[in-house]
């Protein structure tokens, strides 16, 4: 089986701060990694895409990559109300293109 | 462009009957994805299909099946509900990339 982990939270953070969220996966051959958000009764929707170890900056968010870890990690800066959500670590392994999620990590940033 | 679209957004069958789901994707993919989202097991690939052909298929049971027609538009079937059928399904539409796009969703009740 293919896991992909994730702590549940809910994750708390004040207004501002830097909220990290972490993922661990299973499968050394997977290729492809996403982070989505997914707010209380809607779709998930893509925050960002990595494919190489290191780091990938978009805006607030930064995404890290380190591949002999098998760790995959998300960082919003300035944190805003607005980033509470569910936030869905995804990967795509060796098998066509089906993606393999994490049960999602709950931020919580308060005001 | 516009994005995925999924219909009916919402459900309520009975056990025992059958249920039809509908996927457009964003204009020029080629590949939808189906995924069933539940509270207890999160998101699980259910099956993608390219070019009117399954190329990828989850780990579920037979009374869930899906096709694909010439224009992309994808519909996904499941016969003989069970409660436990309950869920958020999802269809991801990708392009030349592998970054998937989730549609809003269609929520189904089976009572």
């Known amino acids: 089986q293919k896991e992909v982990e994730q702590n549940s939270g809910p994750l708390s953070v004040p207004e501002g701060a830097i909220a990290s969220l972490n993922c661990t996966y299973s499968?050394?051959?997977?290729?492809?990694f996403f982070w989505y958000r997914q707010y209380s009764g809607k779709s998930p929707e893509l925050i960002m895409s990595?494919?190489?170890?290191g780091d990938k900056e978009d805006g607030r968010f930064t995404a890290q990559l380190n591949k002999a870890s098998q760790y995959v990690s998300l960082l919003i800066r300035d944190s805003q109300p607005s980033d509470s959500a569910t936030y869905l670590c995804?990967?795509?392994?060796?098998?066509?293109?089906?993606?393999?999620f994490g049960k999602g990590t709950s931020l919580l940033v308060t005001p | 462009k516009a994005g995925v679209t999924q219909t009916p957004r919402y459900l309520i069958k009975t056990r025992g009957q059958q249920v039809t789901l509908s996927c457009s994707p964003i204009?020029?993919?080629?590949?939808v994805s189906w995924y069933q989202q539940t509270p207890g097991q999160g998101l699980q690939f259910l099956f993608e299909?390219?070019?009117?052909?399954?190329?990828n298929k989850g780990n579920f049971p037979g009374r869930f099946s899906g096709r694909q027609f010439s224009n992309s538009r994808s519909e996904m079937n499941v016969s003989t509900l069970e409660l436990g059928d309950s869920a958020l399904y999802l269809c991801a539409s990708m392009g030349e990339t592998d970054t998937q796009y989730f549609g809003p969703g269609t929520r189904l009740t089976v009572l």
């Open positions: 995804a990967v795509n392994g060796n098998s066509g293109y089906a993606l393999n």
């Open positions: 990595i494919y190489s170890n």
């Open positions: 204009s020029g993919h080629r590949s």
């Open positions: 299909y390219f070019s009117e052909t399954q190329r």
């Open positions: 499968d050394r051959v997977s290729q492809s």
